[in-house]
């Protein structure tokens, strides 16, 4: 099982940016896909989490701006990102809890994509 997750790049404050997270190989089910981001010298945080049934949840710093998604057909989460701030900028990590057996893992990360914003 893998995520490949793409979208990232340079941008303005104010701008806005897509992050896509495709998982692939075998599995039964995804379930909880997420975003999280890790900024230098900060902790990894939460962005954005999207349940199969589609309930989501977000980190306070980026309600009302930014938007997470999924196409169950696709196995792909995205994350819409509008009115991007400079410290919006770290590294974007999607992340899928995937119910894959025989494998006992569950928690797959993708390999994060960059987001830099500047002012």
């Known amino acids: 099982v893998q995520l490949q997750a793409s979208g990232g790049g340079l941008v303005q404050a104010g701008e806005s940016l897509k992050l896509s997270c495709a998982a692939s190989?075998?599995?039964?089910?995804?379930?909880?896909m997420g975003w999280y981001r890790h900024a230098p010298g900060m902790q990894r945080e939460l962005v954005a989490q999207?349940?199969?049934?589609?309930?989501?949840t977000y980190a306070d710093s980026v309600k009302g701006r930014f938007t997470i998604s999924r196409d169950s057909a696709k196995n792909t989460v995205y994350l819409q990102m509008n009115s991007l701030k400079p410290e919006d900028s770290a590294v974007y990590y999607c992340?899928?809890?995937?119910?894959?057996?025989?494998?006992?893992?569950?928690?797959?990360w993708g390999q994060g994509t960059l987001v830099t914003v500047s002012s």
């Open positions: 999207i349940t199969r049934g589609g309930y989501t």
């Open positions: 992340n899928g809890n995937i119910y894959a057996p025989p494998s006992e893992k569950s928690d797959y």
């Open positions: 190989g075998t599995f039964f089910t995804v379930n909880i």
